[in-house]
């Protein structure tokens, strides 16, 4: 009996021995809990190095010790909860106080092990470089966002679902007031196109409002070079739209109102003057005719060589300069669209 005993027992110690020396070389911070005492049995090489603490420290202290934003109540609960409930307690984000003081972000998941003789375990994960690459990422983004903020022009991104992810306050201004709160992370591109139509949105729309819904929708989803929308309030913007390597779709909008205008201004003004150039052509080639044939009379008068040559010269530049003039004229007469 002594030796069976003594068999069980170096069996036992060897099992002991071999899971921790498992529990010793992991990477993760792992500490075993009575949860009577509540007190560290045990404290991993990762756990020792990281906190700074002894294992003859560790096993003098709790988990309210280690953890100081841990209450009493809580870890009770969470205690009760293992040892009659569940066998695993979720993950926890929380922070874990090193010997000299500073703390560090963790995820904790707790466990239950051996059923006679419960001990608890705790699995820890030092979150700092995932917690520091949240920030960057962060920051990063907050960057991004300020960037697009500043932009003069509408900008507005939709994710591969045509859901809204990203725009800045210039693209929601496009927008009327009934249109513009649909403007939002997650907005579905045809619900907020559809409503923009349903209320008059777009000039040109009246009686076609469902082909026009489909040349937009074909637009979007097939993007070649820009197009011009015009607002039914005069306004009137260039689209930009670009697919994203991931299926997405950015876009600008550049307002191009004060362009339009512009230069329907200037074709308005180069109309008036073609149109008066058109109607003034009999005007302008009579005085012309007349001075020619003038001179073809003078010409068939008694005339000296030298005023023969003098009466041949302005003959010569009569003619070039009503050739001129019927070059212009008629030019004028096309772009009037008067010409015959």
């Not at 040892?83 to 239950?112: C, E, W």
């Not at 929601?172 to 196109?193: M, N, R």
Request: negative net charge.
């Amino acid at each position: 009996r002594d030796k069976q005993t003594l068999a069980e027992t170096v069996s036992k110690n060897t099992r002991i021995a071999f899971w921790s020396g498992i529990l010793e070389e992991s990477p993760e911070e792992i500490y075993v809990i009575d949860p009577n005492t509540w007190k560290f049995v045990l404290g991993n090489r990762a756990a020792r190095k990281n906190t700074g603490y002894s294992m003859n420290r560790l096993t003098h202290m709790t988990p309210l010790e280690l953890n100081p934003l841990l209450t009493v109540e809580r870890f009770e609960k969470a205690v009760q909860n293992l040892m009659h409930n569940k066998p695993t307690f979720g993950k926890t984000n929380t922070q874990l106080q090193r010997a000299d003081g500073s703390r560090y972000p963790v995820d904790i998941t707790l466990h239950k092990v051996f059923n006679a003789s419960p001990m608890i375990v705790a699995y820890v994960q030092d979150t700092t470089e995932r917690a520091a690459a949240e920030i960057a990422a962060q920051d990063a983004h907050a960057r991004l966002q300020a960037a697009i903020e500043a932009l003069t022009d509408g900008f507005v991104y939709f994710d591969a679902d045509e859901r809204l992810v990203l725009s800045n306050s210039r693209y929601v201004e496009l927008f009327s007031e009934q249109t513009a709160p649909l403007v939002k992370p997650g907005a579905d591109f045809v619900d907020i196109l559809r409503h923009a139509i349903s209320e008059g949105y777009y000039a040109g729309t009246d009686g076609r409002e469902e082909e026009f819904l489909q040349e937009r929708l074909k637009a979007f989803r097939n993007p070649s070079g820009s197009s011009l929308v015009t607002l039914q309030d005069g306004r009137a913007f260039r689209v930009f739209e670009q697919r994203t390597p991931d299926g997405g779709c950015v876009g600008l909008r550049v307002d191009v109102t004060e362009l339009n205008q512009a230069r329907a201004q200037a074709e308005a003004a180069n109309a008036a003057k073609s149109a008066f150039l058109a109607n003034m052509s009999h005007e302008i080639r009579t005085p012309m005719n007349g001075i020619l044939g003038l001179i073809q009379m003078i010409s068939q008068t008694e005339l000296d060589s030298s005023q023969r040559e003098m009466v041949e010269a302005v003959h010569g530049s009569a003619e070039g300069l009503l050739s001129i003039l019927n070059d212009i004229l008629d030019l004028a007469r096309i772009e009037s669209g008067k010409e015959t």
